[in-house]
């Protein structure tokens, strides 16, 4: 086991007093700057989710709207094949009674 060597004298005193003083300040400063970086990366983090948030909603939005024309469609060509269906059954009945 190693021993300190015996100080020549009694004198002790910290000599870094200061600098910990401005460590600690260096620190807080740290601490402070690595908040605000952890803030701004929450931030942008959640305005990516909302980002993301929106295009879904604007994908699901444009997917109904092109469904529903589509069921519009659909409506309007059964509505023109029944017409049509009932047009060429008048006109078989009225050959057939001629």
Known sequence: ???TPPSLCDFEQWNDIKNKELDKQLLQGLKQWDGVKRLEKRHKEEA???HKKEEERRHVAAYREEREKTVE????AKAVMEENLDTQRKEKSSRCTQ
């Open 1 to 3: 086991m190693l021993s």
């Open 48 to 50: 990516l989710k909302e």
């Open 73 to 76: 469609h659909v409506h309007r």
